[in-house]
């Protein structure tokens, strides 16, 4: 599996697959209640939206698209990236999606007509992660070019550029209050960032190889960081080393 999600009721998980399929799972019996097949290529990114309707997916054959989570049909499929997806996501109002790719770009989408209304674009390497801020004015994305970078999601303008990682940035996400950045990287760092001055808070050391996936927890006390090291941390959002 290349991605995993839980619907916002806990209900479903939807997964992500190098066999090209997506899959919606019921969460307490394991069963399988749909298979979304349509993608030619390793699907590499997934999500609900919020309200639990609809599945996102990016894949490597250089889509993304969106999916009737009850029914399996697909509704939309977005098409205007050069090179394979590697993160999407809903707003928290589900009516616009982001995506980003080895294209270097992060775009912006209408989720129901699926017009390109934004391509964000800056990064100087592949973009790998990619996320809303949940009152959806702002968008964060981390790349292998380094910095992490935060966009007005409605003008696309770059609003701040978080230097510090010394290696490429492989996962980011906002707090739910969003008034922070987390970002892990192949420096083997967490950092957290205040999202409105994009000063670094704190740098969190402890992991020996490289972190590939963060998150804060739903009531932003903790930070979960998954590396190459085969180990997962959790720390203390507020009290954490620097």
């Known amino acids: 599996m290349n991605s995993v999600s839980f ?9 992500g697959s190098d066999d090209n399929s997506v899959r919606v799972w019921n969460s307490s019996t394991g069963t399988e209640l749909k298979r979304l097949d349509g993608h030619s290529g390793a699907v590499s ?25 009850s029914t399996g049909a697909e509704m939309r499929r977005l098409h205007r990236h050069s090179d394979m997806i590697t993160s999407v996501a809903f707003s928290s109002d589900g009516t616009r999606i982001v995506s980003g790719s080895y294209d270097n770009s992060v775009r912006v989408w209408d989720t129901w007509t699926g017009a390109e209304l934004k391509i964000l674009v800056g990064h100087s390497g592949d973009v790998r992660s990619v996320a809303f801020s949940n009152d959806g004015t702002r968008i964060v994305s981390g790349s292998f070019g380094w910095p992490v970078r935060v966009w007005g999601a409605s003008t696309g303008a770059e609003l701040k550029r978080l230097d510090g990682h010394s290696n490429r940035v492989t996962s ?49 006390t903790r930070i979960v960081s998954g590396s190459d090291d085969q180990s997962v941390r959790i720390w203390d959002a507020s009290q954490a080393p620097s």
């Open 172 to 220: 980011v996400a906002f707090s739910s209050d969003d008034t922070r950045i987390v970002s892990g990287s192949g420096d083997k760092s967490v950092r957290v960032w205040d999202a409105s001055t994009g000063a670094e808070l704190k740098r969190l050391i402890g992991h020996s190889d490289w972190v590939r996936s963060v998150a804060f927890s739903s009531d932003d």
């Open 45 to 69: 990114s997934v999500g609900f939206s919020s309200d639990g309707t609809r599945v996102v997916s990016g894949s490597d054959d250089k889509s993304v698209r969106v999916w009737d989570a």
């Open 7 to 15: 619907s916002s009721d806990g209900t479903r998980i939807v997964s």
